[in-house]
């Protein structure tokens, strides 16, 4: 008699993904963790250097405030400390970071990194913690069939197998995490604001931009006779 069962696979973060397969009547369900390559809470973390083929930078933590205003830990891109940086990514590049979780161990008593693309990897991953030790993330060559590649790192020194979506992160340019948003959106103050209809500005006085990245303030006037909508005007 053959019955059809789950096996469950964990990979981390709360995720569970359920495969089907066929089992005898004398086997149980039996449940499997994918290879951790490194492991680590968002706050033990505290520098990352990134060298990958487009770009090579420094993440490094500091104490700030977050929208509201409150206390917070906050990230920035060493050398463009008066460029805005978007917060919201950095979160990304941490969550990638904590738990890097490979698809596959390569099963070999001695490995030939050069045979993994690991003896000159393009990307390279450096992990400082709080207590000042450093694990080193080594992106090798794409697999066959190009759906992961190859990594190794000085904490777990075997040959792992890594999907392309764990990865991603790490391929990125410096110039991903640069704030490209200029003008935060404009909300209205209460039901009555003479400015907006319907939660829309139809009208403006001035809008002025000004700040470190600029050697003059920026003063934008509203025309009441162009007939462009206000977007575009701004």
Do not use: C
Not at 30 to 59: C, F, Q, W
Not at 82 to 91: D, E, G, K
């Amino acid at each position: 008699l053959v019955i059809i069962a789950l096996v469950i696979v964990g990979l981390g973060a709360g995720t569970i993904y359920f495969y089907p397969r066929l089992m005898s009547e004398t086997e149980t369900t039996s449940a499997t963790s994918a290879p951790e390559i490194h492991v680590t809470g968002e706050m033990d973390v505290t520098r990352l250097k990134i060298t990958n083929p487009t770009s090579s930078y420094t993440i490094s933590s500091y104490a700030g405030k977050d929208e509201e205003g409150k206390d917070a830990t906050l990230w920035k891109i060493e050398g463009l400390d008066n460029i805005p940086q978007s917060q919201y990514m950095f979160s990304m590049l941490l969550e990638s970071v904590q738990s890097v979780i490979a698809s596959k161990v390569m099963e070999e008593a001695d490995y030939d990194l050069a045979e993994y693309g690991l003896d000159t990897p393009e990307t390279v991953v450096e992990i400082t913690q709080k207590d000042g030790s450093v694990n080193t993330l080594k992106v090798g060559a794409p697999s066959p069939d190009k759906t992961g590649s190859y990594v190794t790192a000085t904490e777990n020194p075997k040959v792992f197998l890594v999907t392309k979506d764990r990865l991603e992160n790490f391929l990125l340019p410096e110039t991903k995490y640069v704030e490209t948003t200029i003008i935060p959106a404009l909300e209205a103050k209460g039901d009555n604001d003479p400015y907006f209809v319907n939660g829309e500005l139809t009208k403006f006085d001035t809008i002025t931009l000004s700040g470190s990245l600029r050697d003059e303030p920026l003063v934008l006037e509203y025309d009441a006779d162009e007939s462009t909508p206000i977007p575009n005007q701004i």
